[in-house]
């Protein structure tokens, strides 16, 4: 089973509006960390923001935020008023602390993500 | 800091060719790991190190690959010999030991084998 499930291959938004990218996860491990990255077309791979599994709340950095729904295994980007430079390849990743997954990232295969006039 | 820093940026070789990738962490960070990033395969982890060790080598591919750390600043991903379905593009990241902290990646090395 994949361990984290990106569903959305491809993403369109008009600008200044926001946007949602989908991320589930499987673990049995009752401590773990949920990240995302930002690919730009240049190939870098931007850190965006945090949430681990014992979090209360929802992470939040700038435009961006997590919505956290442990129960459902899910952990959504949301970019509120996007931006034309918002548009690149958006990675979810997941840390298992204690399955014998140290300190290694899994990661989704990643939503395209296109911002429009 | 400058950051994770990768050299070659590009590296165009021909199959048979022994190819080595450098990289050097972000200083005073314990972890650094090694992945490759293909269309087809997306982002994998191939190894990784913890304060110079080895830790989990499960992802390297074939025993073409190796990889070594011989101190805290620096490592190498080495491919010998090369063959064109290794054409990827291969990051460096590091972190540090804290449970919470993100792994800063490199710029990576766009590999080409013909």
């Known amino acids: 089973a994949q361990k984290i499930t990106q569903t959305q291959p491809g993403m369109f938004v008009q600008e200044k509006e926001a946007v949602t990218l989908d991320c589930t996860y499987d673990?049995?491990?009752?401590?773990?960390?949920l990240f995302w990255y930002k690919q730009p077309s240049s190939g870098e791979m931007i850190f965006l923001i945090y949430q681990g599994s014992y979090d209360q709340q929802n992470a939040t950095e700038g435009r961006y935020s997590l919505n956290f729904q442990k129960a459902r295994k899910s952990a959504n980007l949301v970019i509120s008023a996007s931006q034309l430079g918002d548009s690149a390849m958006y990675f979810c990743?997941?840390?298992?602390?204690?399955?014998?997954?140290?300190?290694?990232?899994?990661f989704g295969t990643g939503t395209q993500l296109k911002v429009e006039l | 800091d400058a950051g994770v820093i990768q050299s070659p940026r590009h590296e165009v070789t021909e199959m048979g060719q022994e190819v080595t990738l450098r990289c050097k962490p972000i200083s005073g960070h314990d972890y650094l790991f090694w992945y490759r990033q293909t269309m087809m395969r997306g982002l994998e982890l191939l190894i990784y190190f913890n304060n110079n060790v080895p830790i989990d080598d499960s992802g390297m591919p074939e025993d073409r690959f190796s990889a070594k750390m011989p101190n805290a600043s620096f490592s190498t991903l080495k491919i010998q010999p090369s063959e064109p379905r290794d054409s990827a593009v291969y990051f460096c990241a590091s972190s540090l030991r804290t449970s919470g902290d993100e792994q800063f990646f490199g710029p990576g090395t766009r590999l080409t084998v013909l």
């Open positions: 990743a997941m840390r298992e602390a204690f399955t014998g997954g140290g300190n290694k990232l899994t």
């Open positions: 673990t049995s491990d009752p401590s773990y960390g």
